[in-house]
């Protein structure tokens, strides 16, 4: 397996669920993203872990928690969601070298639908 | 914050036709200016970038300009093929330095090539 997998691809949850999705890099990168894509905006940053340590939460509400046990692994822990959060919700990796978010390998995405 | 416009919205060409997306930023200490590509379906993928210490780029069909004055930079797709028909996002950061840098995304081009 190569490059950037999501899982699950699908998800569709209701309200009062509490549900993870899961990123795994096969590319040796050190930093890991969580963006969020709805429909006609742009791709929304949620969080950054470089090396592990988180170094960017964009003013995410709390009902979103990252996760992120190693370099290679990173995880979304959503609990209590709204209808408004049903969007694409891509991974990505990158070589961060002195702060640099460059060249950024992306996942397929998790579709979420909140019921 | 940086602010990125990206315009048109949508963009319909015929094949063989040439392509043209524009940017604006915000920041001027933004530094870093990379394209993405996403076919319907599919993940973001990085198609080309450009740093600011340089005015132009060029891979095969694809090209990027940058102008640091007007704060702008514009992809160029010629001859284009049905294959191109995809969305476009640029994006810009502040790379480097003490900071940690992060993109902040376009809100997106559809482009349709038509056979």
């Known amino acids: 397996e190569t490059g950037v997998t999501q899982t699950p691809r699908h998800l569709v949850m209701g309200m009062t669920n509490k549900k993870s999705l899961k990123c795994e890099q096969h590319?040796?990168?050190?930093?890991m993203y969580w963006y969020k894509q709805s429909a006609k905006k742009p791709l929304e940053l949620m969080f950054v872990y470089s090396l592990e340590e988180r170094v960017e939460n964009n003013s995410v509400p709390s009902r979103f928690s990252p996760e992120c046990p190693n370099s290679s692994h990173l995880f979304l822990h959503l609990h209590t969601l709204q209808p408004e959060d049903s969007a694409l919700y891509l991974c990505?990796?990158?070589?961060?070298?002195?702060?640099?978010?460059?060249?950024?390998?992306f996942g397929s995405g998790t579709q979420l639908s909140v019921l | 914050g940086e602010n990125v416009e990206q315009h048109p919205s949508t963009l319909s060409v015929q094949e063989g036709d040439s392509a043209v997306i524009k940017c604006t930023y915000s920041d001027s200490a933004s530094n870093y200016f990379p394209w993405y590509k996403q076919e319907l379906g599919k993940r973001p993928q990085l198609i080309i970038d450009i740093r600011s210490n340089v005015g132009e780029k060029k891979d095969q069909r694809i090209a990027v300009t940058l102008n640091k004055t007007a704060k702008h930079f514009s992809l160029h797709i010629t001859e284009t093929q049905p294959e191109d028909s995809a969305v476009y996002f640029c994006a810009a950061s502040k790379s480097g330095g003490t900071s940690y840098g992060k993109l902040t995304f376009g809100q997106g081009t559809i482009l349709t090539v038509h056979p």
């Open positions: 990505a990796s990158s070589q961060d070298e002195k702060g640099r978010a460059e060249k950024l390998f």
């Open positions: 590319l040796g990168h050190n930093a």
